[in-house]
């Protein structure tokens, strides 16, 4: 992953010289800094986490998870698609990120989705257990 979140409380003592060797030292690695507030989920899970629970919906409603998947590859251009992505995360990290995340914010987009916990409690974790939304 080339992009690093540099998250630095503002309570910290010298908060801006400690965010400034931090994201210097990303770039010395070859990655992208960015600063954000300490918040559920920064910037990346903030976007991307409720966007798969939402991908998964989708596919609760009937739409095929190769179909869900193709649609955000050759509709948006991603490198994979939305159940494939879970499935590489693991639908337990998954599901431990939106318990997490709806912990500190009532937004009903945090809640996992239905075939997320049933995936969960059928052991099919995705890539790591051979199984998930697709069967590895």
Avoid: Q
């Amino acid at each position: 992953m080339r992009l690093v979140e540099v998250v630095v409380p503002d309570d910290v003592v010298d908060a801006p010289r400690l965010r400034a060797t931090a994201a210097a030292w990303a770039r010395d690695l070859g990655k992208t800094p960015v600063t954000c507030a300490d918040s559920r989920g920064f910037v990346v899970n903030r976007l991307l986490i409720p966007f798969l629970n939402d991908a998964v919906r989708l596919h609760g409603s009937g739409t095929p998870a190769a179909e869900v998947d193709e649609l955000l590859r050759t509709g948006a251009g991603h490198p994979m698609g939305p159940l494939a992505l879970v499935d590489l995360i693991g639908v337990d990290v998954t599901v431990a990120a939106l318990r997490s995340m709806a912990a500190v914010e009532d937004d009903p987009r945090l809640r996992p989705a239905a075939p997320l916990t049933d995936l969960l409690d059928a052991g099919r974790l995705g890539r790591k257990a051979g199984a998930g939304f697709h069967t590895y």
